[in-house]
């Protein structure tokens, strides 16, 4: 069974086609990248698989189940975490806050415990802070538990924002763009913590990026979009080679000469 | 600096005794913003505090002028928001005041009480529209619909008015009041739902109006609904509305050595009952922000896209905080109707619900104390201070037309102060610290 499935999604907006007849398979535990130019469609994309669109045409099927035009917290509930290109963090909550709203689906407590206060409330607030001090701590952050979000320094804010993906307990972890605005030496230790998320946590992870050689060093397989189309796939290498992506991203006549 | 402050605390406590009355309570209000803004040792702040508790309470037993009131407000406000001041002093005065001060200033001047209870309804129901203005983000501006429907719930099964339209024994026994007001909270959270279903799929601006709108229904329902069947008794509303006996009561206090009179008990009663309901519904607020339910409301709050993201369902979270906020509106109306023992559409208007919505935002989005304060400086100002000032110009300004009476100006007023508050104090008198960093995180 395939982590992920995209069988010809269409979305269109008024008369662009902003992702045209993409098909992907994602194995489990594979690290997968999309690539492709400025406003080749790819979060457009990742809108569609998180349920923020539904595809005009198409099916997207999460471990084998259908999941097209999901509402995206019940994406989120069929175990998807996702990340933004531009941080979406709960800013005036603070980092452990922003945990335990990633834990929301997770916290069992019934509306009139919760208004009450119930031992069984108690207990599972307690129980979910636990859990979201480990994963700060697992993520290097807890140290900074009680600072608000928005006071986090960009980099921290990054991993902050993956750990509230991951206290979904997610099975499929979506990453935009995770490594923008980050230096090489970031950059570096992104690239051994998300290897770390695969091998440690068993979670297939697909990720847009544009970075290129972190994207090079990381991904098991690569698919490349182009003005919505998917134009190659394959291992880095044989993305690396093809004459079209090439083609995509320096211009024509540009292949000839790299090849 | 000290030494000024315990002199004036001591001065109005000499003032309070020997010569009690408007001017020894304006001074009062002087010292204590001396104990409030000057610069103590958390000693000394303590202490004026708490000869300024006693002398406010001794002003206002002996001469019940409502300036003491405002003082003992002022009072609690101070214990709630000034920093390093013992918390068991802070538990102390504070009781002290609820449970002394008021019920003393009540029996020199009733309409203590009245302010005291009016200011009690007002505060839960502030408490109320804090869920779901100041924690979910949803700005409703039919609120008052739900104070009604609370009302009208027990309004129609206390008094004959139900056997208008049922077979039955009406009223029913005022004991009955307690089981309405659980009932109430039911009937309320139900037209929540009902208001709330289509309401909170729009944004901002939209549900504003819808709710606004769906606000207006339900009064115009009472407003007309006394034919072809006469459930609400149209615009004369409904009278008398049963209270609870209160024998028990009476027979507590007599056993303390307080013997009540008829004119007061009913007040006390009212008065404790509120006070237990605000205990309770602060309580419940403490509660549910510090659940995953304040969770995912502040989340949805702050970006619809990412709580989503994080399997918040945004429709039923929004409608529970609608429910919560409308069943504590409810529980009060309950309270209101039978402390009144009138009912009628008038009380539930527009301007009620801009008026709970302004309570809100005048002690800040989000802050308890906050919703609390607004409520009593409201209800004191609208109720109190331009009536006594209309009072003052008409009987020594008698030239002046009755025109411009201030108390018909209570709209202004209270718009001038919410323009203020917009400018110079966007977060409320006692910001919750989460709305104050989404404000700066705005600007």
Redo the contacts between chains.
């Keep these: 069974m395939k982590a992920l499935e995209v069988q010809n999604a269409t979305k269109r907006f008024g008369g662009l086609v902003a992702v045209s007849d993409v098909s992907l398979e994602v194995n489990q535990g594979e690290i997968f990248s999309v690539i492709g130019p400025n406003g080749a469609g790819k979060t457009t994309l990742f809108n569609l698989l998180?349920g923020?669109y539904a595809p005009d045409q198409g099916r997207i099927l999460l471990f084998g189940k259908d999941i097209t035009g999901f509402?995206?917290?019940?994406v989120?509930?069929e175990g998807v975490?996702?990340t933004?290109q531009n941080i979406?963090?709960?800013?005036?909550?603070t980092a452990l806050?922003n945990l335990?709203?990633?834990m929301?689906?997770h916290?069992r407590?019934p509306?009139f415990h919760?208004?009450?206060?119930t031992p069984l409330?108690r207990r599972e607030?307690r129980r979910?802070k636990e859990e979201a001090e480990k994963l700060l701590d697992y993520v290097g952050l807890l140290h900074r538990k009680d600072e608000?979000a928005?006071n986090l320094p960009y980099g921290e804010q990054r991993r902050l924002e993956i750990a509230?993906a991951l206290?979904?307990k997610p099975r499929l972890l979506l990453l935009d763009e995770p490594a923008a605005g980050m230096n090489p030496r970031e950059t570096e230790e992104l690239q051994a913590f998300i290897g770390r998320l695969r091998d440690e946590l068993g979670i297939t992870i697909v990720l847009i990026e544009h970075d290129m050689r972190l994207v090079m060093r990381i991904s098991d397989r690569i698919a490349v979009l182009e003005y919505g189309a998917k134009i190659a796939e394959g291992t880095p290498e044989e993305v690396r080679k093809n004459p079209r992506v090439i083609e995509a991203y320096l211009g024509k006549g540009a292949a000839g000469g790299a090849a | 600096m000290t030494g000024l402050a315990l002199l004036l605390s001591l001065a109005y406590l000499g003032l309070a005794f020997w010569a009690p009355g408007a001017l020894s309570n304006l001074f009062g209000l002087v010292a204590l913003g001396a104990a409030a803004f000057l610069r103590l040792s958390p000693q000394a702040r303590t202490l004026s505090l708490a000869l300024l508790t006693l002398a406010f309470t001794l002003g206002l037993w002996r001469s019940g002028n409502t300036l003491g009131l405002i003082g003992l407000v002022g009072i609690l406000v101070a214990l709630t928001t000034l920093p390093r001041i013992p918390n068991w002093i802070r538990a102390l005065l504070g009781l002290a005041i609820l449970l002394v001060s008021v019920p003393l200033a009540g029996f020199a001047n009733t309409f203590i009480f009245e302010l005291g209870i009016q200011i009690g309804i007002y505060a839960a129901m502030a408490l109320g529209l804090n869920v779901v203005v100041g924690m979910a983000g949803l700005l409703d501006l039919g609120y008052a619909a739900f104070f009604a429907v609370g009302a009208y719930t027990w309004a129609i099964f206390g008094s004959p008015q139900a056997q208008n339209f049922m077979q039955g024994n009406f009223p029913l026994p005022g004991e009955y009041m307690y089981l309405f007001m659980g009932i109430a909270i039911v009937t309320t959270a139900i037209t929540g739902l009902l208001i709330g279903l289509p309401a909170v799929r729009l944004r901002g601006d939209y549900l504003a109006i819808v709710t606004l709108g769906l606000g207006e229904v339900v009064r115009i329902l009472a407003n007309n609904l006394d034919h072809p069947i006469n459930f609400t008794n149209g615009p004369q509303g409904i009278t008398p509305v049963g209270r609870p006996p209160i024998d028990w009561f009476r027979d507590l206090t007599s056993a303390l050595g307080i013997p009540l009179d008829r004119t007061t008990d009913y007040q006390l009663f009212f008065y404790f009952l509120v006070l237990l309901m605000i205990g309770l519904v602060v309580l419940?607020n403490l509660?549910?922000a510090?659940?995953?339910?304040g969770?995912?409301w502040?989340?949805i709050r702050?970006?619809e896209?990412?709580?989503?993201?994080?399997?918040?369902?945004?429709l039923p979270t929004k409608l529970?905080a609608f429910m919560t906020g409308a069943a504590f509106s409810g529980a009060m109306g309950v309270i209101f109707a039978a402390q009144r023992t009138f009912v009628s559409p008038e009380s539930f208007t527009l301007l009620a619900s801009i008026t709970i919505l302004a309570m809100v935002i005048l002690g800040g989005m989000g802050s308890i104390p906050g919703a609390i304060l607004g409520a009593a400086a409201l209800s004191i100002l609208n109720l109190d201070v331009l009536k006594t000032f209309s009072e003052f110009v008409r009987t020594s300004l008698p030239q002046i037309p009755s025109q411009v009476d201030p108390a018909k100006y209570e709209r202004l007023v209270l718009g001038i102060i919410l323009v203020l508050m917009m400018i110079y104090r966007p977060t409320g008198l006692i910001p919750e610290k989460?709305?104050r960093?989404?404000m700066e995180?705005e600007a």
């Design positions: 998180t923020i509402t995206p917290d019940r989120a509930k975490g996702r933004f979406r963090l709960f800013g005036a909550m806050e335990l709203v990633g929301h689906i916290i407590v509306y919760a208004l009450f206060r409330a607030e979910a608000l928005r509230r206290a979904l | 419940v509660n549910l510090n659940s995953r339910f969770r995912a502040t989340a702050e970006d896209v990412a709580a989503r993201s994080m399997g918040i369902p945004l529970i989460r709305h960093a989404e995180e």
